[in-house]
């Protein structure tokens, strides 16, 4: 038998919650016309959240259509990946390039060879006459754009991205973008010149499943794998997830690992810990890489003295870091763009992400299990 969870970060899983409706909407926009709004996405939210795994959805969706994917991150230099060799391998997958042509032909002194550019080959292609090449290629489908990691891109190449995607939009052409990051990265992004008018795309911001999906995930996904939960199991399998679609992969699959028939609550319980470390090295480290020491020390004091509650006032956090409420509000909203707490009710901060609380009161050690 197979393990049919996927606790891997841009993994589809098996059975999907929670996310039908921004995967229906894309689908009937990609069977509509040009300029449908829905055909430029921006989704956000928290790290582990589903934002990769909903662009390889999408991605899926188009591809069924036959539209062709150029998949970028912000992580390199996607304008140039995208000019030099991921638009070109798509071109020469559908048509032979051009070539060149002989114009004259020199033999041992007598004269000389030339060549020239046969029509239609650029000498300074950009990404803009890239796109424009490979869409002359196509006939009844287009071209989807998915940019993930937002957040670490090069605020040059973003702007490019959307320069060209708004040149092609004017002219009615079949062409799709879908861009995914943290909360931060994704506001920036809105506020780069040449931009804004990505204000006007469908924007998505990614939450926790309710414990109604989250259960509906565990349960079709084991079902049929000769290891099903029990209710209780399931019961604390959502429980421990918290409503994390990572969470509720690796819960899944530890229990999955753990029983030896129908998964139980005490096969929950017994790798509990194991989830929780996990998603400590996983998420919660890489999500801390970079973080100032002024936010890192407000989401330690935060971390200690919010306990086992959902939040705290933050004018208490405020007050444990040495500062008044005014001069800490700098820091707080810097945490909140970076997504890594949120403000629940006016006053009130709160973590993004389960467990976090945990990882910063362990000094971010992680916890060996026995």
Do not use: C
């Not at 926009?29 to 996405?41: E, K």
């Not at 990572?246 to 899944?252: C, P, S």
């Not at 890594?340 to 000094?363: H, K, M, N, Q």
């Amino acid at each position: 038998m197979t393990n049919p969870f996927r606790p891997t970060f841009g993994a589809s899983p098996l059975y999907w919650a929670g996310r039908r409706v921004i995967l229906d909407e894309f689908a009937r926009a990609i069977d509509g016309n040009p300029g449908d709004p829905t055909r430029s996405l921006i989704i956000d939210g928290a790290r582990g959240i589903g934002k990769t795994v909903l662009l390889t959805e999408l991605e899926d969706i188009a591809a069924q259509r036959g539209w062709i994917i150029l998949r970028a991150t912000g992580r390199h230099d996607m304008v140039r990946t995208l000019v030099d060799s991921t638009i070109p391998a798509k071109i020469r997958e559908l048509a032979p390039p051009p070539g060149r042509k002989v114009t004259a032909v020199s033999i041992s002194g007598l004269g000389r060879v030339d060549t020239e550019l046969t029509p239609g080959q650029d000498p300074t292609p950009t990404l803009i006459t890239r796109l424009r090449d490979l869409l002359g290629h196509l006939q009844g489908a287009g071209v989807l754009i998915t940019v993930d990691e937002v957040q670490d891109a090069d605020p040059d190449n973003l702007t490019q991205v959307a320069v060209a995607y708004q040149d092609l939009i004017r002219d009615d052409l079949e062409v799709s973008l879908a861009m995914a990051g943290l909360t931060h990265g994704v506001n920036r992004l809105l506020d780069l010149p040449g931009t804004t008018f990505l204000r006007r795309a469908r924007r998505f911001e990614l939450g926790p499943l309710t414990a109604e999906d989250a259960r509906a995930t565990l349960t079709a996904t084991a079902e049929g794998s000769g290891r099903p939960f029990d209710e209780p199991g399931a019961a604390a399998a959502v429980e421990v997830a918290q409503g994390y679609p990572y969470l509720v992969q690796l819960v899944g699959y530890l229990a999955w690992n753990r029983s030896a028939g129908t998964i139980t609550a005490d096969d929950v319980a017994a790798i509990r810990d194991e989830a929780v470390m996990t998603m400590g090295s996983q998420v919660h480290a890489p999500s801390l890489k970079g973080v100032p020491p002024a936010q890192l020390a407000y989401l330690r004091a935060m971390a200690d003295l919010i306990g086992d509650d959902a939040d705290v006032a933050s004018t208490a956090v405020a007050e444990a870091v040495g500062k008044k409420p005014n001069e800490a509000t700098d820091t707080r909203g810097k945490l909140l763009d970076r997504g890594l707490i949120e403000s629940p009710a006016w006053g009130r901060v709160a973590f993004t992400l389960p467990y976090l609380a945990d990882f910063l009161r362990s000094d971010g050690r992680v916890t060996r299990i026995s």
